[in-house]
């Protein structure tokens, strides 16, 4: 994995190499005119068929390796902000020079041709992309994408840093002021990341922390973070006098002490101040707390078109090493906030400290068809070298290339991991980078992603570990050991398996990542090797009936581009024969799912004996025989043809948990694998279970002896027509020993109930079908609560951190009279059809006569939030039990048996005795609430976090003369001579 990091980071510094010789061998030429290739407008053409300007002809065909999409491999395409001029002198010079990067753009790729996007995104807004591709705007014609806001460029352009954001809320920042400096403070806040450390404060003659529970504190920038503070900025409301000095003095005490403590960023720190204005340059203030060494930066944003108090901004400004901004309208917003992330990237630049950064986890939506995919981001600053600049600490800006965390997962080798172990890496903030159990996207309609996915904690999924052990050693880059028991669910989180885990960890390399792993104990202690010939085996591989595991890495097919093609048994095939010398390939993987491939070669005989005797099936209620060896090979036989299929995913890459992939078994060999040798599992997929075409699946693992400690080689299973299966119940239940033949009871008896139930207690057959797949405990609350009691059945409790909740608002309009009442429905309909939010709106006309002609509707958003709720599991050692409860005035009796070599069990309930009104037993999850006071800890709670390890706050070289200004702007001489005395005084 190490090696693979390396890889795509010497990538990216050969192409700040190439990018910094191409800049110093350039002069700027202002009347440069240059026709490029424009992401937007390539291909397009005019109403007489001519190509537009920036439009020419750029060849684009489909590449397998980018998903299909149409790209140009020799060439990169260049992007310009929507608001930009796209023929600007500067973005033409740009331009020009960075043609440079198509040659290293393309040898990186041939160097490695796992690569996928490399780009660089410009200081001037332009973003320079390989392989070339032709952009769309949205349906207003914009394109909204500024590379310069994106977390890959914030943070490989500047240090960390501690930010107070100080608002001005006096009475003259009213009306659309206030509108422009809540905008800005969002603004300001997007470009803040998870090194970084924040609080805002609003002043008028008094001081109102945003968030009062934070008061005298920071808090890291991490998104459920901000997000919470700008729920809190429509709290904003403007009166009185603004009193700065007191504000500047509390931004300057707070910074100060938090610095103390040895918490938050402890790099760079800045104030951002947002006002109309100032009255004084409060000197005495800086000469106290800040001169005169200027750790803190002084950032100001005039709001408004008013200038009159614009010199004593500007002055704070530049004699604080920061910079001044006017912002007149909400369009000015966005280009004026990204100003101080130059000022803060100076000193990285004079230093010429070219840090490697890496991202967290993100979802990336652009690659083709292949829907949502987990990313992260490797990116490296470009500076200008010219010494004629040096002192300016020019950023051209920043490299990058997206790496799909999947190949990070491919360097893994799942088979000796074994069947519930899996990899995971972390940030050195603790947020997960790969995790089985990270669950970044929902489904409402199509999936989406959840506001937080990126900042989800390790403890939030390896919430066992109350201690954050695990998580605080990886944080701070320890290599040992740990182990603890675990409950992990499977099956869309109904089903648990109690486990030990024992957890293996060191850090990466040259990242900020650190990498785990998880082995469970029981079965995985000894693996199993077998030899076999390379005739026999190539010969039974390449059975059509045979299928590796799409994930596995068998042979590295990505690292040399004629490879591409090859599946991975065309890839094994010429590894073994010798005529791909160039192929890197798992070596013992490769024998073993050789020995595999013949010892399960008779399968296939056996299966199509039984095909070809229609008595042993025939009504066709099997469908499907499947085995999986530890190999990742399967083998899959179909007794009736594909279209007849009750469950058409199974098996394929649709069914996720239902295949071999990169971080996980398949859930019938998982399970089969905790369960008694020579047991078979029967489970009904939860995706089809009230559906008539439902299925039933049962598999068992195949072990080399009844030993606990020997290796679980397989697992073979079936999958059958569920009412199929549930007539060879019935037929069975009505038979018993009797001389006579005649049962004295039997399921058909009116006074009894008679289910079949698996050990998490979910139906598989019941009398009434509409209670497939349902918990029983929903259906006989009494008797599953009697039977927890006896301990037939434990609970288990179980905790989501990732949970995604409903929460109804009320919202109106009175702009609309429900007299009319079709705009409501229509509006309603709307909301629905564009999926921005799910609406739910009752129509009562009744309410109707006596409204107060306000339309009223409960909106349902989805929000992230914290659940509880239980799982149920059978107790192994109970075979069977009778047992009998009290209802009113009545008693009522059930007996529940263990069906021999299965995980189900046969539960008959006496009917006679109503227990209807007892509580249903449900596995609804429940939000758990949290009180003010709890949600304030929470809030302030810091856990343990390792810094990047480059520091970048400030050079005694950098000229802080260039701090901005305005148009029109003419500073009164005294503040003039003042500032060049400070500069001449504190050139630091």
Same mark, same amino acid.
């Given at each position: 994995m190490e090696e693979m990091f390396h890889k795509k980071a010497e990538a990216m510094r050969r192409l700040v190499e190439a990018a910094e010789e191409a800049h110093l061998q350039h002069e700027d030429d202002p009347e440069l005119q240059y026709e490029y290739f424009n992401a937007v407008l390539i291909n397009e053409v005019d109403q007489e068929g001519n190509s537009v300007e920036l439009g020419q002809e750029f060849i684009l065909q489909p590449n397998d390796h980018f998903n299909d999409l149409s790209v140009n491999i020799s060439l990169s395409v260049v992007q310009v902000p929507t608001n930009m001029y796209n023929k600007d002198s500067a973005i033409m010079n740009g331009v020009y020079w960075s043609e440079a990067l198509n040659k290293v753009f393309v040898d990186n790729f041939e160097r490695d041709p796992s690569l996928i996007w490399q780009y660089f995104g410009s200081a001037k807004g332009?973003?320079?992309?390989?392989?070339?591709?032709?952009?769309?705007?949205?349906?207003?014609?914009?394109?909204?994408?500024?590379?310069?806001?994106?977390?890959?460029?914030?943070?490989?352009?500047?240090?960390?840093?501690?930010?107070?954001?100080?608002?001005?809320?006096?009475?003259?920042?009213?009306?659309?002021?206030?509108?422009?400096?809540?905008?800005?403070?969002?603004?300001?806040?997007?470009t803040?990341?998870?090194?970084?450390?924040?609080?805002?404060?609003?002043?008028?003659?008094?001081?109102?922390?945003? *968030?009062?529970c934070l008061n005298g504190t920071l808090v890291q920038a991490d998104r459920t973070n901000k997000d919470h503070f700008r729920e809190h900025l429509d709290k904003l409301f403007a009166k009185g006098i603004g009193m700065l000095n007191i504000a500047l003095t509390e931004a300057f005490t707070l910074l100060n002490d938090y610095n103390r403590t040895g918490q938050g960023s402890i790099c760079s720190q800045a104030i951002m101040l947002i006002t109309d204005g100032a009255?004084?340059?409060?000197?005495?203030?800086?000469?106290?707390?800040?001169?005169?060494?200027?750790?803190?930066?002084?950032?100001?944003?005039?709001? &408004?078109?008013?200038?009159?108090?614009?010199?004593?901004?500007?002055?704070?400004? +530049?004699?604080?090493?920061?910079?001044?901004?006017?912002?007149?309208?909400?369009?000015?917003?966005? *280009?004026?906030?990204?100003?101080?992330?130059?000022?803060?990237?100076?000193?990285?630049?004079?230093?010429?400290e070219h840090d490697t950064i890496w991202t967290e986890a993100y979802i990336d939506s652009t690659f083709g068809n292949m829907g949502p995919v987990l990313m992260t981001t490797v990116a490296m600053p470009v500076f200008s070298t010219k010494n004629e600049t040096r002192n300016k600490g020019i950023l051209l800006g920043v490299v990058g290339t997206d790496v799909p965390v999947q190949e990070l997962l491919k360097t893994i080798p799942k088979y000796k991991l074994g069947i519930h172990g899996y990899a995971f890496a972390i940030t050195n903030n603790g947020y997960i980078l790969t995790h089985p159990d990270l669950r970044p996207l929902y489904e409402t309609g199509k999936k989406r992603?959840?506001?937080?996915?990126?900042?989800?904690?390790?403890? *939030?999924?390896?919430?066992?570990?109350?201690?954050?052990?695990?998580?605080?050693?990886?944080?701070?880059?320890?290599?040992?050991?740990?182990?603890?028991?675990?409950?992990?669910?499977?099956?869309?989180?109904?089903?648990?398996?109690?486990?030990?885990? $024992?957890?293996?960890?060191t850090d990466i390399k040259g990242t900020p990542f650190s990498l785990?792993?998880?082995?469970?104990?029981?079965?995985?202690?000894?693996?199993?090797?077998?030899?076999?010939?390379?005739?026999?085996?190539?010969?039974?591989?390449?059975?059509?009936?045979?299928?590796?595991? $799409?994930?596995?890495?068998?042979?590295?097919?990505?690292?040399?581009?004629?490879?591409?093609?090859?599946?991975?048994? *065309?890839?094994?095939?010429r590894y073994l024969t010798g005529k791909e010398p160039l192929l890197q390939c798992d070596k013992e993987l490769i024998q073993e799912v050789l020995f595999d491939a013949v010892v399960t070669a008779p399968l296939e005989a056996y299966w199509t004996s039984l095909a070809l005797n229609k008595s042993e099936n025939s009504d066709k209620g099997v469908e499907i025989a499947f085995l999986g060896t530890r190999t990742g090979l399967s083998r899959i036989n179909l007794f009736v043809v594909p279209e007849q299929l009750t469950n058409q995913d199974f098996l394929t890459a649709e069914d996720k948990e239902g295949v071999f992939n990169a971080d996980h078994f398949p859930l019938w060999y998982k399970r089969a694998a905790e369960q008694i040798p020579g047991t078979f599992i029967y489970s009904l997929p939860f995706s089809s279970g009230t559906e008539n075409k439902s299925v039933v699946l049962a598999s068992t693992a195949i072990q080399l002896s009844d030993d606990r400690k020997s290796p679980i080689v397989a697992a073979v299973g079936i999958q059958m027509k569920l009412d199929f299966f549930q007539r060879k119940f019935w037929t069975a239940s009505r038979q +018993?020993?009797?001389?006579?033949?005649?049962?004295?009871?039997? +399921?058909? $008896?009116?006074?009894?109930? +008679?289910?079949?139930?698996?050990?998490?207690?979910?139906?598989?057959?019941?009398?009434?079908?509409?209670?497939? &797949?349902?918990?029983?405990?929903?259906?006989?609350?009494?008797?599953?609560?009697?039977?927890?009691q006896m301990g037939s059945f434990k609970r288990v409790t179980l905790y989501d951190y990732q949970a995604i909740c409903k929460i109804y608002a009320e919202s109106s309009d009175s702009a609309h009279s429900l007299l009319d009442p079709y705009f409501a429905f229509f509006a309603a309909v709307k909301w629905i059809l564009t999926e921005l939010v799910i609406f739910l709106v009752e129509f009562n006309l009744y309410s109707w006569w006596y409204s107060d002609l306000t339309v009223k509707a409960q909106r349902a958003m989805l929000v992230p939030c914290d659940t509880e709720y239980p799982a149920f599991v059978s107790e192994r050692t109970i075979k069977e039990t009778t047992g009998s409860l009290h209802c009113g005035d009545c008693t009522k009796s059930f007996v529940i048996q263990q069906i021999p070599s299965s995980n189900l069990f046969m539960v008959v309930v006496d009917q006679e005795?109503?227990?209807?009104?007892?509580?249903?037993?449900?596995?609804?999850?429940?939000?758990?609430?949290?009180?003010?006071?709890?949600?304030?800890?929470?809030?302030?709670?810091?856990?343990?976090?390792?810094?990047?390890?480059?520091?970048?706050?400030?050079?005694?070289?950098?000229?802080?003369?260039?701090? &901005?200004?305005?148009?029109?702007?003419h500073p009164r001489l005294p503040v003039v001579l003042l500032l060049s005395l400070l500069l001449t005084l504190f050139p630091r």
């Open positions: 332009f973003f320079r992309q390989y392989p070339g591709i032709k952009w769309k705007p949205d349906e207003h014609g914009v394109i909204a994408f500024d590379c310069r806001n994106r977390k890959w460029y914030i943070q490989a352009a500047t240090s960390p840093k501690d930010v107070i954001i100080l608002v001005d809320v006096s009475g003259s920042m009213k009306g659309l002021r206030l509108t422009i400096a809540r905008q800005t403070v969002s603004s300001i806040l997007d803040l990341g998870d090194d970084d450390f924040f609080n805002i404060i609003a002043y008028n003659e008094e001081l109102h922390y945003v *968030e009062p009255v004084d340059t409060y000197d005495a203030v800086f000469a106290k707390y800040n001169w005169p060494d200027r750790k803190v930066r002084i950032f100001a944003y005039l709001i &408004g078109r008013e200038t009159a108090f614009a010199d004593n901004l500007k002055w704070m400004a +530049c004699a604080n090493k920061g910079y001044f901004t006017q912002i007149s309208t909400l369009a000015d917003v966005q *280009e004026n906030v990204m100003e101080y992330l130059h000022v803060l990237s100076r000193p990285k630049v004079i230093d010429q992603r959840k506001p937080n996915y990126s900042s989800v904690d390790l403890s *939030e999924v390896e919430w066992e570990d109350k201690d954050d052990f695990l998580r605080n050693a990886m944080v701070n880059r320890v290599t040992g050991t740990f182990d603890m028991e675990v409950k992990k669910t499977v099956d869309k989180g109904k089903r648990v398996l109690v486990m030990t885990n $024992d957890y293996y960890y785990g792993v998880a082995l469970s104990r029981g079965h995985g202690q000894y693996s199993f090797r077998g030899n076999v010939t390379v005739e026999e085996g190539l010969h039974d591989l390449e059975h059509p009936e045979v299928a590796l595991a $799409d994930e596995w890495t068998y042979c590295n097919t990505d690292l040399h581009p004629e490879h591409r093609y090859l599946t991975q048994i *065309e890839a094994i095939k +018993c020993a009797a001389l006579d033949g005649k049962c004295p009871t039997s +399921c058909d $008896d009116d006074n009894i109930s +008679c289910y079949l139930i698996d050990n998490n207690g979910f139906i598989l057959v019941s009398e009434d079908f509409s209670q497939t &797949g349902i918990f029983f405990g929903e259906v006989e609350g009494a008797v599953m609560n009697k039977l927890l005795c109503d227990c209807t009104s007892a509580t249903p037993i449900t596995m609804e999850p429940i939000e758990i609430m949290y009180n003010e006071s709890l949600k304030c800890e929470r809030l302030k709670l810091q856990k343990d976090r390792r810094r990047p390890d480059s520091c970048h706050p400030f050079h005694p070289e950098e000229n802080s003369r260039e701090c &901005g200004g305005a148009l029109g702007l």
